[in-house]
């Protein structure tokens, strides 16, 4: 259990679904100890957050545990979006804990936001990758199937037909150098966001324990401060692509986010 | 490179097959870093052996590199078989270098084999895994679509169904208590045996850089006799299940054992 | 929840307990992950067991989570017993994961025993250490409070005054050369027995993630069959020492050695 | 012996003591090995440092080796309060390489400074946890039944209780935002400092190997700024809760912090 | 092969060279394996580069493989040195991938630039390091028996006499507070400049995994921009000091940025 | 500190002496963490011996520390051959820690015993390698330079002159699996024995962190029986080759072995 999940589930405002799918990472594999690893570093904070004067444990979250994972990531897609569906309707926001990247298509697919805010090294514009459609790396392609517009911060790699993609009207990129005292346009406001957090947005040194690292990233802080921007518009939130492969940094940040995503959702 | 493999590739009468396809892993993933992991720790070993007293590195051995996998098991095997197929049509006998121990059915698909030999933890005898008939849970099934006949050392676990199908006649399971001084059936001689080496045969002290470890296991002296034993009989090798998660100890394992077939096979 | 262990508590023969306790380990700390590791390196079996042809999950296994542990170990110990006290109310058989050697003296005052049977390098016969009476290493002294009898195999060090206890009638030692093949005395079967695995008695080659590593052990597979011959008599059963300080190993045989117990305990 | 620290004890004007306690840590153990891990990760230091033109070497530092510790924090505390103690009376300034923040108390009580300035992620203002009024997340607490004030610079994380007791008058928080630039107040010149370094206080990116990773943290250079700036008003010093659970950033961090005060309170 | 570097020898414009030599590392060993390192955490970026708009593997990059390394540090630069000489006769780029930092002597001697500019913690002005006169801390001054001039960027520790040696004319200090927005010398447009980045000029932040971690060092961004700035002026680039002791973060900015290099220098 | 090592060193029957010398490993370096790995690992030990019936802090071990190794291998052998010829002149049997095999040179050179015994996976015959004539590859070339007879326990590879040069009359070759129950020449009971541990004998199972890694080797029971046999008629010991690259499995064999060597030798 996420540590202060402690609601039950008819009681709950927001639900952990833990999504640990490992099937397309490019690089390094180990994000379906992703889930474990967020909820064990979460184990080192308090629940006292002095930053919106809340306890973790008093607003309301459940750990629903993990939907374990199979290889043919298409039906394991269906099934989660059915499992984040169930909790939308039990009018709670969900927070899943991945996992790569391509378990946020399910949470989209489920919530129908307007707006997909995502922080991300990575495009993740393309059509498919190797020949596969569901790769993590079409994560932001599927959100605008669904969504009208795509927000991406930190984004600092990608193919050229990605980048081409990225110069439409529908998709904004903010380098980061630029997502320090970042301000989202007024119009955010009014719409259903989506908040996805691809720990590889962080730089290697703020998070090396993720599949594919890319220099010259975003600091915690920065990542913090879009976290507690977004949330108050948001149905849905994720943090993906944590591994097992460092010492806990970025298993520590992605959790703590998540919390950040919480204080800030539940203070508004 | 691995260490020795010097021969040009017309020459040669071994060729070395990185596979790297790492999709199906239960629980631990990284045997993409297989064949890396086995040709840097191969690096330790003197090119001559005693045993044999031959030099690796005059016994006309080509590395031809890894065959890049992507997230298609179907498909990469397919592709994997035709680089075999053409090694065999070159006269030369493959050693596959894993990647899980899915890639051992492009090998035994094209060459043919009478009889599977394998040294395992798990019997593979399924006929898919999570509804994936690709899985690396699936090697010896499949194996027995192509072979007459299948013998498991070490094996020490697997379903119900998969031990019940153990018990037909086509299958010989000989415990790890059994390896020591093993001696294969005389019709052996006569017919053309595929040796695969799954490194988790191995107790996990000796291996414990695989996906998953299983006690009770083989000690690396009794692998090396089996290899010895079956080499001189072998069409085809490889050694599967290799990862990047210890200090060295599975892939310095597996790469020696590669080098006892080559002496043993070459020398008979 | 440890793979398997599906059964609601009321309907359970065995319930596991979590004693993350590790507050007195002389040299490396850790223990307090033993718990969570146990429960993820035992994600590699599979159900079925072939030496007694059961599945774990139909042998009404319940988890109860973890005993959250505190600095008092005193006081830890006088809670801990009482959940133990509990489960052998409900009829069922506790099964320990530590957390240092410590706790199993919460679940010998629970149970009563008559003979306490224990793998372990050490004797663990010490009056205090440091001054601390409930120091890991004066286990075996507070079981004697209990039992009318102790029998350490594996047991290769201690202090002067410890093996000169060690001499006494009660106390039984099986150095590590004479585990293999070792017969139980006959009065055994009629005795209630806690079988107590402390995860150094083996080799530092089976289980480098302990706090205290002793060269010379016992095999992986002495420990299986010790356990096997015990657990029949066995009124509880605990696996302790093992931290998260190395590649596995000591975590999986932790783990496969408590199936063993239950294995051999529900089908005797 | 920590590296440069040539000087005998008579002759010392300052006094390193290990004190290795590691019996409160609340998550990742392994402070015991903190005051080893220092003196190895100085080895890559130049003896002559270009900020203040001098030699680490010709400052007369001595290391008094480790403090042994035993599992009774509070006869600890007496202990190492008693060694702390001696080394003032030979007009040396001690130097504590901890070990748990905890061994900060012990410090404290032998030198009765004015004023107790912290570099620490956490308030440390708890009365008791779990029970224990000696873990390590008390020691401002105690420092303030000892020094008329407190300062605790890049706090970011507390319980409710604690954050009410810091906005009393007698404790200062500054937040890691504005520990860069940060000025003491004038009367800090007038009094005795004690320097207590919590490496927490660091970004988990600078030190992940600590106790309780806490992100959103100060740089390294914003703690060597803080060091050099109260160092010339200090009587004591120390270094705390560094452990073995990374690849060498928060040992070679805190044994920097160490010969910065040195290097400023020496040449001031 | 460096992921990218497709060239055929005859058609390139940039050589990659592998100098894994490992002989003088003072603290921390391993950079024998610093190309495998930095070419296996390579293949985590895109082939595109946004900045530039252009594709790396178009750019004509061939990759040598390595010059096999041993203990005699004089011939093996020697030998080195003829290879950068072949290299630059056939009007290519040479980027060596270290291996210790001596390397880099081999290239300059080769090369015969005006400039050397390095990225550094270290001054690497010694005359000799425990009478060696050919260790990796004093390639800035061999290099200066070459170049009229050097420019340490990032450098904050050597020896007194080192200190002083820097303060004449032909060598500039950057201190790591100054490398960010340093505009370099007007007159380096007309010179031919070799640019040398030891990865410890990074804070250890950012490239924990080096012989010699030096606190309170430079960003990644900054070294990334200092790479952009120079490149174009450059006749030869090297990478030196990565090894295999952390989780890829030095690797991963070390192959950056020898891909910003040959971005920047391709289309200048 | 070696741990118990308590005596003086006027009063000492056995020096330990660290000779951390790292620069010919041919493999994976670290040899010279190893004295600092070997203390470490001790810490864990009783200091009481049953089977000898004797403490390991009453037979007067003095820890010298250790003899700061450079890179010119020929200088510091000459230097530390001085060291050895010290404690041989104090009447004291000298115990050296390494550092690569290499150090064994300069304790043969300064005892000039009349057998060289060795456990070694390697032959150490070969008369120089890559050039270098003070390789660890040459050790035992360099003993049958002073001593009469090499017998060299657990060798299994070497280069085919290596092979050849051990099939002449000085050289005895027990190879891993003669190596259980072996019993010496008798005639040894007459002569001076210098006895060598590279710890690579072991199996990498049970010593993983050393430099070059060969399978199928020699128990940790086998190495000790070795050592017991051999101690009584020894003039010195070591123990080398181990350095910091596994989980502590190597130190503590190797420190566990020179404890081994004490007892045997104190108390025959
Ligand atoms: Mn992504
Ligand atoms: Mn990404
Ligand atoms: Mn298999
Ligand atoms: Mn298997
Ligand atoms: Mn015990
Ligand atoms: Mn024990
Ligand atoms: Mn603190
Ligand atoms: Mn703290
Ligand atoms: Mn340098
Ligand atoms: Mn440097
Ligand atoms: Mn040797
Ligand atoms: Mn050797």
Known sequence: MFPGAVAEREAA?????GAPLDVSTTFQPGTRFGPDRLRQFART?????????????????????????????????DYLEGVVTDVEWDDAVPLLLGGEHTVTIAAIRALDPDVFVCLDAHLDLREAYDGNELSHSTVAQHALDVADEA?????????????????EDDVTIVPPEDVDGWIPPESLAREDVYLSVDIDAADPAYAPGTGTLEPFGVTSREMRDVVRTIAP???????????????????????????????????Q
């Not at 927000?151 to 110069?167: F, H, K, N, P, V």
């Open 151 to 167: 927000i991406i911060l930190g984004a600092r790699t990608g193919s050229e037909d990605e980048w081409q993609r990225a110069r």
């Open 13 to 17: 405002d927001y639900v952990i679904v």
């Open 45 to 77: 904070f308090d629940d006292y957050d002095p930053h919106t004067d809340a306890h973790f444990s008093s607003l309301d979250v459940h750990d629903h545990g993990d939907v374990h994972a199979w290889d043919n990531a298409a039906e394991y897609l």
């Open 233 to 267: 518009h948001s149905v849905g939130f994720d943090v993906v692509e944590v591994n097992d492969r460092d010492d806990g940094q970025a298993a520590t940040l992605g959790a703590k986010l998540l919390r950040e995503f919480v204080f800030a959702h539940a203070t």
